[in-house]
T-cell receptor
Framework: SQQGEEDPQALSIQEGENATMNCSYK?????LQWYRQNSGRGLVHLIL?????REKHSGRLRVTLDTSKKSSSLLITASRAADTASYFC????????????FGTGTQLKVEL | NAGVTQTPKFQVLKTGQSMTLQCAQD?????MSWYRQDPGMGLRLIHY???????DQGEVPNGYNVSRSTTEDFPLRLLLAAPSQTSVYFC???????????FGNGTRLTVT
């Protein structure tokens, strides 16, 4: 069963623009994580936000979490061609760190 | 520091054959897990381990076996390969509670 669902499924923007991806989930969580996957590669961790946090920043990345709406968003500011990748949210129900449930991902294309 | 290493990168099997996907990590992580990634499905958890000698089933365990005799290694065995097991397999490790996953680069398996 899919706990997280990303929206949109695909996003195409110009370099320098901001990209926003959303994730909705169904049950209460301990934390929510965002990962990036370049074509043909493994996933790379971007940000982990705990259920008692509302916003976190890392460089050009900003993640928000609204537990009342069971949703999260990932904002990439001033996007670059190198940001072209698939982005996944993953929920951790217990905090145990070993049983993440992933969404289906957003494919981001940043064009020059 | 190699991180998480998966071998082989590519494999083609005939239906009914068996094989072992190898996964090794050099970060002394207690938690290790196996996911499969299929188009449009996101990543789904197959099996996981919270330490040497301890394994448990994930969301889609049927057709797969695992063992964890050392902290470093977590092999995934396909006993009787079926076309439905055609997928990309990812191994991941973490330190545990509220910690991100570190992924290998995957094994692309085709079963004909």
């Amino acid at each position: 069963s899919q706990q997280g669902e990303e929206d949109p499924q695909a996003l195409s923007i110009q370099e320098g623009e901001n990209a926003t991806m959303n994730c909705s989930y169904k049950t209460s969580i301990n934390n929510l994580q965002w990962y990036r996957q370049n074509s043909g590669r493994g996933l790379v961790h971007l940000i982990l936000i705990r259920s008692n946090e509302r916003e976190k920043h890392s460089g050009r990345l900003r993640v928000t979490l609204d537990t009342s709406k069971k949703s999260s968003s990932l904002l990439i500011t001033a996007s670059r061609a190198a940001d072209t990748a698939s982005y996944f949210c993953a929920t951790d129900l217990t905090g145990g760190g070993n049983k993440l449930t992933f969404g289906t991902g957003t494919q981001l294309k940043v064009e020059l | 520091n190699a991180g998480v290493t998966q071998t082989p990168k590519f494999q083609v099997l005939k239906t009914g054959q068996s094989m072992t996907l190898q996964c090794a990590q050099d970060m002394n992580h207690e938690y290790m897990s196996w996911y499969r990634q299929d188009p449009g499905m996101g990543l789904r958890l197959i099996h996981y381990s919270v330490g040497a000698g301890i394994t448990d089933q994930g969301e889609v365990p049927n057709g797969y076996n695992v063992s964890r005799s050392t902290t470093e290694d977590f092999p995934l065995r396909l006993l009787l390969a079926a076309p439905s097991q055609t997928s990309v397999y990812f191994c991941a490790s973490s330190t545990g509670y509220n910690s991100p996953l570190h992924f290998g680069n995957g094994t692309r398996l085709t079963v004909t």
